[in-house]
């Protein structure tokens, strides 16, 4: 194997071959010695005030050992942490008003908010206990509406709170009324981004296990971010972090929804320490629709005042956003405003972003997190101008964009952006799509409609989109080369589906000298990785791979001195060449990392060495980093019925250099299909009175293979100063980029028909109304 | 998700089954591919006491074509799907069964546990009422075969009798200026249909609609012919014309259910839109 060509290279993913033979072990298939299992009693109201809650049938049931409701467990642990659930690595305060306990006491304000659990010998009985369980429920109003929510006679969720606004973020910078005073045009629209489920494929999972050594507990759950999940536990516990193990075993995805700690995780650890027994909590489909978390939900006003030329002088921006029944993560929509402009250079803006309460699952983090919301915003309203202005939408797109010169740039919403060639990708994405052929194909095509042939109608779509990403507070890594040269590393990052240990791994091969097959990555648990924060919004390689690039050149200092007393040469001299380390200038005269491992920890060196050959070292970004790229999206319309497939997608991301090739290409798949889905598929759906009317997958529609086309990808590398990888991000990218591009071309599709926007998901009775509106008008 | 307890049952003849049913009434359910009942057993939606499997009742099995085609009810999808004198003598109803589910599905599910089910959204009642097929059903008084046209009383309901067991589906092999087609608007989440037309048409001598039936699936809550639509192609030419008055024809008599996906607007201007798929689909193989 030839090592220096480890990073960039296509190289298979380690985590594979456990994961497709199903030898991976997931929390759901831990068995350990005398464990119980928990069903939990959920509210079927979207607010209700709990009254009497009767246990008596269900205690009774053969099996059951405990019914537990939330007033029992009120000396056991202070109320679930605030705001564990979002993208910056936080385990969460408990210092705001508006919380509640894992097992809800007073009232409830969602559908699926638990108010009590049912300890039993089997899964079975749990669940057949939990219909025994008689809640006397006095429902109160609920509000659902985000923007009726606002308002002063709409029930609210706090009493101790004026209204159901939890805050305003708010920015207005520049001579917004100037710049509409002076305006060609003031362009408007209407947008919304719908409310998303998570949909990972393994739901969430928790296995409390009592730890009489400590005093204390283990806990596996279904988690990107063991280390957070922990301090959350241990502050609402009132136990110390030594105390909690937190194990993320294999995790079946996340997407942000399993960023914070869970009132499930808090009751088991509670009920296990109680009953001394160990506990398990298996998610259903049901339950993950109705209580995890969800993404998204936001309307947005926007205006424009635009020059002739397509020129954006300013934006007026009043967004709302549903943070649902409890602020797990209420500063998701901030990010949002952080990224209001895109890619272009908007002099002025008026923003005020609501964030609201509702009768509703909390919404959190949801791959791109208040990011692709922005993005989706801006790249719809600079289609609109285009439109407006008879323009094609990428001239509009030149006429705004930050030039290269520009960057550091500091956005008018105060957001440095590190690095940026916008038009190079746009133009690259335009070259490889043939967009010109396409435009040509799109004309025949309406010709050809317009005569009465049974032709669908052809869309062209693009978007251009930067993100944010590379959050801190710090990342961690400990590299240790085992006395037989192998090499194990412990990261603070938790993949979970990811196949971040396969990057890791090209980094550690090439810049240590290490036999790529002979490294293993190890994540995901408390109790032997450095302190860290996890894997979410796209840091894994910016923040994580950054540390261990920090820790692998300690080691790989240390193996330099080894080998510089074993070559007699001055430890400067020795240089990683191929994968040796040898003496600078005399290629004969090396070392294998394998050899001097050997040496490192035999009793053989000299007294200024000290035996070993591990480090651990922490990296903390200086700044956040902005990826960005360019999608072209080609889509056809059934003019009958309204359906859209997705002829093809062409990409062109910007993440800098590409550790991991395969990997990347995986992200920006799997990211595809989710903002495509966002665009034509998905959406949580409650009726007026709260109740979830997209309950299950025969409801929800997440994207499927036969719904997606082959997608073209490709690439522009442009490093950000801010890491010594100069690598950006790719988890959420593609998201981020096809939500827009494929809303996009389906109202370009219908654009020769009058149709100006087109509120997403695009289901095909919602474009077929808008072909059926343009027939009844002409 | 987890099942209330049932006690189980597997018989090994029909007549086994029918005296199962007898003896525990309405506390009874049969499993046949159960891939509409185990989802509804584990959402708690279905509680019945005694489940009855009849997935190993050799007598169920098989598929036997002559002039017309006679199925076990127990024959999964895929079985179906795969069998070439069904293939060869009604491909509708090859194609219908081969795009219900996925893989997992056809393997399991049945033709027999379908009908009976009698789903709004499947697609089998369509097929099976456009092709004029039967059930045959054995009861404790013996066995009847039930027209396709007797069978779909309203949503999830049938004709059969709660201690009927179905035994055989029959469909005629088609001939000579016979064709039918199957056409669907899937519902993106579930694949179930939102609208399915499923139409055959009879050619006389001279090329004019000898016979036509057409029937929709999906859009309301039971699957039914359009007589209406059948009117306008019957004596026709079988021309686009006759095609489109067909389809203009179409679900106009019908109950309609929307949901977040569809609405009953919808539906009804897509019955329209796949009543001329299917039928222009129809006519097209009995011509070729």
Request: with cysteine; net charge negative.
């Amino acid at each position: 194997m030839a090592y220096a060509t480890m990073i960039g290279a296509k190289v298979r993913r380690k985590e594979d071959p456990r994961l497709i033979t199903g030898s991976g072990t997931y929390v759901g298939d831990l068995k350990l010695p005398g464990m119980q299992h928990v069903a939990f009693v959920r509210s079927p109201y979207p607010h209700a005030t709990i009254g009497h809650i009767d246990i008596s049938a269900a205690l009774a049931r053969p099996g059951v050992t405990a019914v537990v409701p939330g007033r029992d467990l009120l000396d056991a642990y202070e109320p679930l942490p605030i705001g564990s659930g979002g993208e910056g690595g936080t385990s969460g305060s408990v210092s705001r008003p508006h919380s509640h306990y894992a097992i809800s006491i007073d009232r409830v304000r969602h559908t699926g908010e638990i108010v009590a659990a049912v300890i039993a010998t089997s899964p079975e009985v749990a669940v057949d206990a939990v219909a025994d369980v008689i809640v006397d429920w006095q429902p109160l109003p609920a509000i659902v509406d985000m923007e009726q929510a606002a308002s002063p006679d709409a029930p609210r969720l706090f009493d101790s709170l004026p209204s159901n606004v939890d805050h305003v973020w708010e920015c207005n910078v520049g001579d917004v009324a100037g710049a509409f005073a002076s305006a060609d045009r003031i362009v408007k629209q209407r947008m919304a981004n719908q409310r998303l489920a998570g949909v990972s494929m393994e739901g969430r999972a928790v296995v409390a296990l009592p730890d009489y050594t400590t005093d204390g507990l283990t806990v596996w759950t279904s988690t990107q971010a063991p280390h957070l999940s922990r301090g959350s536990l241990a502050k609402t516990l009132r136990m110390h972090e030594n105390q909690i193990r937190v194990i993320a075993p294999e995790v079946g995805g996340g997407f942000g929804i399993k960023i914070g700690v869970y009132p499930e995780d808090v009751a088991l650890a509670a009920l296990a320490r109680i009953h001394r027994i160990p506990l398990r909590w298996v998610e259903t489909r049901v339950e993950h629709m109705l209580a995890t978390t969800h993404g998204r939900a936001q309307i947005a006003e926007y205006e424009a005042a635009v020059k002739a030329d397509g020129t954006i002088t300013a934006l007026r921006v009043r967004i709302t956003a549903d943070i649902g029944a409890y602020p797990v993560a209420p500063d998701i929509p901030d990010l949002t405003g952080k990224m209001l402009v895109g890619v272009y250079h908007i002099p002025a803006a008026d923003v005020q972003i609501s964030c609201v309460f509702t009768n509703t699952t909390p919404v959190a983090a949801y791959r791109g997190a208040g990011r692709p919301e922005a993005a989706y915003y801006i790249e719809r309203l600079v289609d609109v101008i285009a439109a407006d202005l008879g323009l094609d939408p990428a001239d509009v797109r030149r006429r705004n964009f930050i030039p290269p010169a520009a960057f550091p740039y500091r956005t008018v919403v105060d957001t440095l952006y590190d690095s940026g060639e916008y038009d190079r990708a746009l133009s690259k994405a335009l070259m490889i799509s043939d967009y010109a052929g396409l435009r040509a194909e799109q004309v025949r095509r309406r010709a050809a409609h317009a005569a009465g042939e049974p032709v669908s109608l052809l869309g062209i779509g693009m978007a251009t989109y930067v993100e944010m990403c590379g959050f801190g507070p710090y990342e961690s890594a400990s590299v240790r080369v085992e006395p037989t040269g192998t090499v194990t590393v412990m990261t603070g990052i938790s993949p979970h589906g990811q196949g971040t240990g396969t990057t890791f791994a090209q980094i550690v091969a090439d810049q240590l000298g290490a036999d790529f097959e002979q490294i293993i990555v190890k994540h995901g648990d408390t109790a032997t990785t450095p302190m860290g924060q996890g894997t979410m919004g796209s840091r894994s390689l910016a923040v994580g791979g950054a540390a261990l690039v920090r820790a692998v050149a300690k080691v790989r200092e240390k193996a330099s001195r080894v080998a510089a007393h074993l070559l007699e040469a001055a430890p400067d001299d020795i240089v990683l060449e191929a994968g040796r380390y040898q003496v600078r200038g005399v290629p004969d005269r090396h070392l294998s990392l394998i050899e001097i491992a050997d040496r490192a920890y035999s009793d053989d060196l000299p007294d200024d060495i000290d035996p070993g050959l591990e480090a651990v070292d922490f990296f903390k970004p200086p700044e956040l980093i902005y990826p960005f790229g360019a999608h072209v999206a080609v889509v056809e319309i059934e003019p009958d019925t309204g359906q859209v497939r997705v002829h093809s997608y062409f990409t062109v991301d910007d993440c800098g250099p590409r550790i991991s090739p395969v990997i990347v290409a995986g992200q920006v798949h799997g990211g595809l299909a989710q903002g495509i889905a966002q665009a034509l598929f998905e959406e949580v759906v409650y009726d007026s009175n709260g109740q979830l009317l997209s309950g299950s997958l025969m409801d929800y529609t997440i994207p499927r293979a036969d719904d997606l086309p082959n997608f073209t990808l490709d690439k522009t590398e442009t490093p950000t100063p801010h890491n010594p990888l100069g690598v950006k991000g790719i988890g959420e990218a593609a998201t981020i980029g096809s939500t827009p591009a494929i809303t996009n071309a389906v109202v370009d599709a219908l654009a020769h028909l009058g149709v100006r926007h087109l509120d997403i998901p695009l289901r095909s009775e919602r474009i077929w109304r808008a072909l059926q509106n343009r027939k009844e008008s002409q | 998700m987890i099942p209330a307890s049932f006690a189980y049952h597997a018989p090994q003849s029909v007549a086994e089954a029918v005296s199962l049913l007898e003896q525990h009434g309405d506390e009874a359910k049969i499993l046949a591919g159960g891939h509409s009942l185990l989802p509804a057993l584990k959402l708690r939606l279905s509680q019945p006491g005694v489940l009855i499997d009849i997935s190993r009742i050799g007598e169920l099995q098989g598929i036997h074509v002559g002039s017309s085609i006679e199925i076990g009810a127990g024959a999964t999808y895929a079985a179906v799907a795969g069998h070439a004198g069904v293939r060869s003598g009604c491909a509708v109803l090859a194609e219908c069964v081969e795009q219900i589910g996925d893989i997992q599905v056809r393997n399991r599910g049945t033709v027999g546990g379908a009908l009976a089910h009698a789903d709004p959204a499947a697609d089998l009642p369509a097929v099976l009422l456009a092709l004029g097929g039967s059930v045959s059903a054995q009861g404790p008084g013996g066995s009847r075969t039930i027209a396709a046209d007797d069978l779909f009383v309203e949503m999830l309901t049938t004709a059969l009798e709660p201690n009927e067991v179905v035994t055989k589906v029959t469909v005629p092999a088609l001939g000579k200026g016979e064709g039918a087609a199957y056409s669907k608007l899937k519902h993106p989440a579930s694949r179930y249909a939102i609208v399915g037309v499923a139409a055959y048409v009879k050619l006389a001598a001279d090329g004019s609609v000898a016979a036509a039936r057409i029937a929709v699936t999906g859009a309301g809550p039971k699957a039914e012919r359009q007589s209406a639509a059948e009117a306008a192609l019957v004596g026709s030419a079988g021309d686009d014309a006759a095609v489109a008055a067909a389809a203009a024809a179409a679900g106009d008599d019908m109950e309609y259910l929307g949901d977040i996906h569809a609405s009953e607007d919808y539906r009804r201007a897509m019955v329209k839109v796949y009543t001329r798929r299917a039928v222009a689909a129809a006519l097209s193989r009995a011509r070729a």
